[in-house]
């Protein structure tokens, strides 16, 4: 059995922990890991991570907390990483109105761009939304033909929100919501009906948690855990060109 988890944020790890957090993932057969940036420092970290050690790959990006006006500076500094060794997607990017909603302007402006600068290296954009879905929809929609593509990040929504995503062409990412009492029935509806070559596994935390997330899924779905994870780990590959 393989696993894959598209989100987490491994940059915050001291070396120690995460010397032993990547060797438990390799000991679960967790063998792709995508570790998401938050800011331009963040980015320029997670990159160097990715860079010494084959299973992690990086995403840069600025996260909606960290929202900054999209200078010319900002805009030369995230082309710069782009072009880096094992960058595969432009994350965490998107709207978050729960944390940051004074900055929601800064957000948006900021989400355009980063939208462009994905399309422009066509590499994935991994979306992160809380309580912003119109907002979103407006604005990724006006970018549908366009060729971008890319992951909603944590997906709780439901059977409504599920067809906006996947009418977009977007891949859905389950994460350890799934694991919470706080689950919904909605959420689960959403999730059986979510296509198979759409589903991604996430954790936005140790790596080591996708085993769970699978599980879960794979009764919530009813099929095997080796089904789930596999199919998971190709669609996360397919998404990124990654063999």
């Known amino acids: 059995m393989v696993y894959s988890d598209s989100h987490c944020h491994l ?18 057969h967790i063998d792709f890991i995508i570790s998401q940036g938050m800011s331009l420092e963040s980015s320029a970290d997670t990159i160097r991570l990715a860079q010494s050690h084959h299973e992690v790959y990086a995403a840069i990006g600025i996260h909606p907390w960290n929202a900054i006006p999209p200078t010319e500076e900002v805009q030369q500094q995230l082309q710069q990483l782009t072009r880096q ?33 994905a399309r422009e290296t066509s590499l994935a954009a991994n979306i992160h939304c809380r309580e912003a879905h119109q907002d979103i929809m407006d604005i990724l929609r006006a970018e549908k033909g366009s060729g971008l593509n890319g992951i909603i990040h944590g997906f709780t929504g439901n059977l409504s929100t599920l067809k906006d995503w996947l009418d977009l062409g977007f891949y859905i990412s389950i994460g350890r919501r799934i694991l919470s009492d706080d689950e919904t029935a909605s959420l689960e509806e959403a999730i059986r009906e979510i296509p198979s070559d759409r589903l991604i596994t996430e954790t936005d935390g140790n790596p ?25 780990t190709i669609n996360l590959k397919r998404l990124h060109g990654i063999d």
Do not use: C, F, H
């Not at 940059?11 to 679960?28: C, G, H, I, N, V």
């Open 208 to 232: 080591i948690d996708v085993v769970q997330v699978v599980r879960k899924l794979a009764l919530i779905r009813g099929t095997s855990e080796e089904q789930i994870s596999s199919t998971a």
């Open 11 to 28: 940059d915050r790890y001291q070396p120690e922990l995460l010397a032993e957090t990547l060797q438990q993932a390799k000991t679960s």
């Open 85 to 117: 060794e094992k960058v595969v997607a432009i994350g965490e990017i998107g709207l978050d109105y729960v944390r940051a909603p004074e900055t929601k302007e800064i957000q948006r402006e900021l989400l355009k761009y980063e939208l462009l600068l």
